[in-house]
């Protein structure tokens, strides 16, 4: 993995810093199975945004011990000396993590938004309308609803620069995981397809993962590219079978072949939600035995899993 620096000021708006936890992260109580809590690359990116002496933090790592004195350094460094608002990106922990303690540390109620979710209890907070602004000393970031990575996930676009800060999304190096493909796919082609509006496209992207990407309008090409092409191998990999069902398990290492195992837990949990989408599109048959999988003669891609 390229190396990401502890902080950076990335522009004359932007101040990225780690959240110290790289690798794994804890599940939260209220998740059996939360896929991202495998892999974190080198942490997750938080984001102090603008220019002034009240600025807004988007995203709060997971609330590490440590990253609270590292976030207030960075902040003196910056010249800033309190949040007008903590933006969230989506309820995974190693994104909300964070919250109380910032708010405790800071003395006041600083005002948290996030995209309403029901099962997020941990914190209070406000909702986030798609097309929402948030304004702070010198920036302005602007709201965009990208659910797929999970059904929550808000994308923010700072005008002043057109860029865009992807949450998990889209990531600094590798791909992403989803909860619901088709979604995913809607909103990275929603993004792309915003270029008119911001003349030509996005300049750079502020991944929640990973480096800063500057090629911003490439990136989300391929990972359109990305997801199509993985879908075709899971096609190819059911016509090799020959009418012999095989497992998700099964597909997942033909596709993908041999991964470290957490790499390995995503990338099969993806090729699930690949036969959701395939399922939920009519090209696909619940068969006898629980999650397999075969290639119908007539009707395509046919597939049978269970719960």
Known sequence: MPHVAPSAIESDLVVRMLALNPGMVRARESRVYEPNNQHTLQGTNCYLVGNGARRILIDTGEGKAGFVPHLLDVMRQAGCEMLDAI?????????VGGVNDIRKALGGNIPVFKKYDPTVQDFDYSGIEDGQLFRTTGATLEAVSTPGHTVDHVAFVLREEKALFTGDMILGCGTAIFDDFASYMDSLRRVRDMSPKYEGGFTRLYCGHGPVVE???????????????REAQIMNALTAAKGRTLSAFQITVRVYGVLPLP??????YNVLHHLSKLTREGRAVLGWVPCSFYLGPERGLNVGCTD
Do not use: P
């Open 263 to 268: 790499i390995f837990v995503s990338a099969h």
């Open 87 to 95: 933006l969230l990106t989506h309820w995974h922990a190693d994104h």
């Open 215 to 229: 090629a911003a309008q490439e990136k989300i090409e391929y990972y359109i590219k990305h997801r199509q092409e």
